[in-house]
Each structure stands twice: as structure tokens, then as C-alpha cells.
């Protein structure tokens, strides 16, 4: 249901956005009432209010931004150089859904996705769909793990959050400091953890993973 308002919003602004184009094109030809010009512009403030008060806003942007994730342009790096791979850090303290905690270091040994994400972040909204495509095509690889750090202060938002999506990836709770090494200002911001503890890629922002590149890299590790 929510999902459908969320396709109709983004139908209405881009009507309107076309419509306020349209209007824009006449008045060189016939200059337009300032009464017009109020209802136009009163009738655009009062979608992107409602997006703003529902707080649908964060997914109607994500969704805008997640069209530039299907160009192919935005990618992770994974041609990282030699003097720019680090040790990763184990040292990670984290939550589980249901708030119990869990052993970072328990990974060690295994190829490690680890994101940083928040259902306040677009960016992050736009790429969860392709990382979930990704989830599904190697979650029988039992070397390679999923470890999504929600940043979330509103737990049950992050929860309720996923569940409306059907995200099925492992999500965890960041339960204190992160250690300096993922210490990234960015949201959302992805390294890759190789199986000999090396930080061998490191993304900040959007990218598009679900690629062919992007698995034999995975794999590869």
C-alpha cells in the first residue's frame, strides 16, 4: 500500500514538473496571470509538503537517485592499489535485530560486504534494492557474508523499514564506536573485507553492485 503511495507521489511530481514545463514554453508566447502562476507553484509546495510531513520524502529521493544506479555510471572500485589496502578491523561492536550482541571477529576468515547504511539516507534508500539483488545471487556462497550496520537511532524505523521492503540481507545495529578504519563521514559507505583481513575495496556513497564485474570480484577473494 505504501509502496503504491509512494509510485503515485512520484507519478504526481513528475506530472507536475512537466505541466510547470509546459506552462513555462506558453508564457513566451502569452504572459500568464500572477493568480495562475500562485496555483501553480501552491500546487507543487503542497506535494513536496506532503512528502516532507508523511516522511516519504527520504524514499521519493532515493528513488530518483536510484535511476542513476540503472545507467551503470556510479560503481564501486575494486582496482584499489597495493599502497591503499589496509588491515581491517574485527573489532566491531554490533546488534542484532533483535538487539543481542554479536561478535564481529566471528567473520574472520570469510569475504565480508559490510555497509554502513540509515533509513535517513537516499543514497542509501536508492542502493539497497541492487545490494539485495547481489544478496540473493551469492547467498549460497557460505565463504562470502552480508553485514548491513543500520545507523539508525530509531531502531523499530530501521526494522519496520525492512520489513516493508522485504530486505531479507543480514542487518545489525552499530552498538558503539566504530574502529578508525570505517570511520567514513559518508552514508552509506561499503568496503569489502577480503578473507585475509584486507579492506581490498572501499566505496563512500551510492553504487551499483548487483554487476557481473562487481560477483567475479566477490568471488574472486
Known sequence: MLSARISFLLFLSYRLL?????????????????KRELIE??????????????????????????????TGIITPNIEMEDTDIVDASYNLPLLTLDEDQFSFSEFKGKTV???????????CIAEMPNIQALYD??????????????????????RSFLKRKDFTMPVYFLNGRKPGVYDSSVVPTTYIISSKGKIVSERRGMANYNTRKFKKFLRSL
Not at 512537466?18 to 500572477?34: A, L, N, Q, R, V
Not at 503542497?46 to 527520504?58: A, K, M, N, P, Q
Not at 556462497?141 to 553485514?147: D, Q, R, Y
Request: glycine fraction near 8%; include cysteine.
Open 137 to 158: 545471487d551469492i547467498d549460497d556462497n557460505e565463504n562470502i557474508v552480508f553485514v548491513m550496520v543500520s545507523l539508525d537511532e530509531d531502531k523499530d524505523k530501521a
Open 41 to 70: 507553484w501552491g500546487a507543487i509546495l503542497s506535494v513536496l509538503g506532503i512528502l516532507y510531513v508523511t516522511g516519504l520524502h527520504t524514499e521519493v529521493i532515493g528513488g530518483l537517485q536510484r535511476v542513476l544506479l540503472w
Open 18 to 34: 512537466i505541466f510547470k514545463h509546459h506552462i513555462i514554453k506558453k508564457k513566451e508566447k502569452k504572459k500568464k496571470g500572477f
Open 113 to 123: 560486504f559490510l555497509n554502513f547504511w540509515a533509513t535517513w539516507c537516499p543514497p
